[in-house]
């Protein structure tokens, strides 16, 4: 199959997700092939002082359109926070949680559709309309997902209290996804799936930000019975996360922080699992024999996202793999 033909499809969420979709939109480009498909994972979506906010849609709608802050890794560039501060002033919303006022634009559009019927499928496509985004974005699933996470003490936290105000550093013993059990796949996910010759697993959190891709009720389904090669690219390299605090939800599901072992946990699918091939950074050059044993088979690359030349060239070794 020449790669001027090739149908992606890209499984995303945050931060890694945004600089993975990136680097396959400029890989794409270079060979004139399609535009890709990007499942955006929405398992911590959210309501939050009337308004829905999708963290991992936004991060990655805002950096297809170059409009996304950068530093802070989250919200749009330049963004100012007056509404934010009349907010909190009311006691609205969650004090350590800041709405921008640019966001805050783009979650009163899409409360203001969903609340006129729109699904969220159909509020996504409206907003990439706004954009050239140069990919199509789809919700993993129209139902609302939420993430809680369970802690050793007993408690539960919704993910973004977990996340943002305490970084983390309340000890979990598990995470759920209320609402996971009824949801079924956005309009056009498993097409795109059944139709793509290439299934790009980006080097998202494998626990929040894949996990729910994965839990969404024929999806990993969709990905065991496609025609097209899968291939995940490790978040881990050196034996360490790259960005986030993903080390913290590996070891609350029982799994290591290491590449080999997140390749373990997705699975070859020879074996009922996701993958058929896994992208190692050279630093994880030694954990190849692994992967292979797993079934799956092992390339290694540089892995760091560094710019967007970087994630293009990753994207053109999964694309090749
Ligand atoms: N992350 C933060 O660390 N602090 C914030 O105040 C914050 C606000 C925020 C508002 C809207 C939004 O879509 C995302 C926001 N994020 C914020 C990022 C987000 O909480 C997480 O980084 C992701 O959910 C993890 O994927």
Not at 7 to 27: C, I, P, W
Not at 105 to 125: E, F, I, K, M, Y
Not at 157 to 173: S, Y
Not at 256 to 280: C, F, K, N
Request: hydrophobic share 50%; proline share 5%; charged share 20%.
């Amino acid at each position: 199959m020449p790669l001027a033909q090739t149908r992606v499809v890209v499984l995303a969420g945050g931060v890694g997700g945004s600089k993975f979709t990136l680097g396959v939109r400029a890989a794409l480009r270079k060979v004139g092939a399609p535009e890709a498909t990007v499942v955006v994972n929405t398992g911590d979506d959210l309501w939050l002082a009337g308004v829905r906010l999708q963290p991992d849609v936004d991060s990655i709608t805002y950096a297809l359109a170059g409009v996304n802050d950068t530093v802070r890794g989250w919200g749009r560039a330049g963004d100012t926070e007056r509404v934010n501060e009349e907010l909190q002033a009311w006691g609205g919303g969650w004090p350590w949680f800041t709405l921008g006022d640019l966001d805050l634009g783009t979650h009163l559009a899409r409360t203001g559709w969903l609340r006129d019927g729109a699904t969220p499928t159909q509020v996504l496509a409206r907003m990439a309309e706004r954009w050239p985004l140069g990919a199509r974005l789809l919700p993993m699933t129209d139902s609302e997902v939420d993430t809680h996470v369970l802690l050793e003490d007993g408690g539960r936290l919704h993910f973004q209290e977990w996340w943002t105000r305490h970084r983390a550093a309340l000890v979990p013993r598990a995470f759920e996804n209320p609402g996971i059990a009824e949801a079924v796949p956005a309009p056009g996910v498993v097409d795109a799936i059944a139709g793509a010759d290439v299934v790009l697993v980006a080097p998202s959190n494998p626990v929040v930000s894949i996990g729910p891709i994965l839990g969404v009720r024929g999806i990993r389904e969709a990905l065991q019975r496609t025609e097209a090669t899968v291939v995940g690219v490790s978040p881990i390299i050196g034996g360490r996360v790259v960005r986030g605090m993903a080390d913290v939800c590996l070891t609350a599901i029982g799994v290591e922080t290491s590449a080999a072992a997140v390749a373990r946990h997705y699975g070859a699918r020879s074996d009922g699992g996701i993958l058929d091939a896994w992208l190692l950074a050279e630093e994880d050059a030694d954990a190849a024999p692994e992967v292979t044993a797993a079934g799956i088979r092992a390339v290694v690359a540089p892995l760091w996202m560094t710019d967007v030349d970087a994630s293009a060239a990753i994207a053109a070794a999964a694309l090749r793999a």
